[in-house]
């Protein structure tokens, strides 16, 4: 398929979650053709008879040219593109069952936003690796400040679409953007990947400071230095800085930090609150990703050597039952320095 053709396309949609349904509805809208894999047989037959996805995007009306499905090879064979939207910890094993169905020439796109535990991997890398017949340029990430509901709402959204290839990047663009859904190009995957990624680990630090409630002085210092964490990261990893001031960067930061339409925000606040990780992880329906993705930030920065006082007390709070007062101080009374790195 040529990346300039803007026929009615074949698309798969691998995930029915919140984020999974959105956009599938929004790329039904368009008048594509759209196959959405679901796991749960349950979340497929309420899309076909009721056209809603009651378990995870309730309220929302879905488009008629959505199709749902529990079957993978159906939903990625023979597409023209191929967007994986499932949690970073089953992107691999999601993508070792699909990959050999997908053409060369479909464009595979990721909206998930994490770094695999035991690889320490971005989710694009991971599909890289598993699903070796889609080259590189034929690949994305769909990335920026994105609430599903707002989304599925049909709420004034901007995102940004990351390839190597600009062709790619462009393809992606036109095939997402609608009068409501406005999305830019770069070309800085890394960038936008891991500015995506660790945003979440910020936001469950974010939502401890709500829960114990503290000032908007707190949160407005939080963010800033957890986007200067965010940036040294990238920039040892080979992201360009002026990334992490986009969209993908500190767009999705604010959102995500600030808001409780954030899992990752609802997650911190509670333990703020004093509630235990195990209790709250219990009772939810939907995949707080901070709360995996600390673990391999925390194990990423130190493989790196890169200075990451903020997602480390987040990672000690989650996994070594830090007190969250105990952390913060530890933070406040770290060594001076200067505010700015050299880079």
Known sequence: MALSDDKRLKIGVIGGGSWG????????????????????????????????NRVFLPGVTLSEHLFPTNDLTRAVKGKDLVLVVVPS????????????????????VTASKGIENETLLTMNSVLGEVVPSVPPDRMGVLSGPSF??????????AVTAASVSHDTAAFIQRVFATSFF????????VGVELGGAVKNVIALAAGVIDGLKLGQNTRAALIT?????????????????????????????????????????TVGRRIGEGEKLSDILGDMKMVAEGVKTARSVYHLSRKLNVDMP??????????????????????????????????
């Open 89 to 108: 910890h089953v992107m691999r094993s999601t993508a070792m069952q699909f990959g050999a169905s997908l053409a060369p020439d479909t464009v595979l």
């Open 21 to 52: 349904t959105a956009l599938a509805d929004l790329l039904g809208k368009k008048e594509h053709a759209v196959d959405l894999w679901v796991y749960e047989p349950g979340v497929k037959d309420q899309i076909r008879t009721h056209r809603e």
């Open 225 to 265: 230095r957890g986007q200067t964490e965010i940036r040294r990261l990238g920039i040892r990893m080979g992201a360009r800085p002026r990334t992490f001031t986009g969209l993908a960067g500190i767009g999705d930061l604010v959102l995500t930090c600030t808001s409780n339409q954030s899992r990752n925000h």
């Open 310 to 343: 903020i997602c480390h007390t987040i990672y000690r709070v989650l996994y070594d039952d830090l007190p969250p007062e105990e952390g913060l101080v530890s933070l406040m009374t770290r060594e001076l320095r200067h505010e700015l790195d050299d880079v």
């Open 182 to 189: 406005r999305v830019y190009t770069i070309d800085d995957v």
């Open 148 to 157: 599903a509901r707002e989304v599925a709402q049909e709420i004034p959204t």
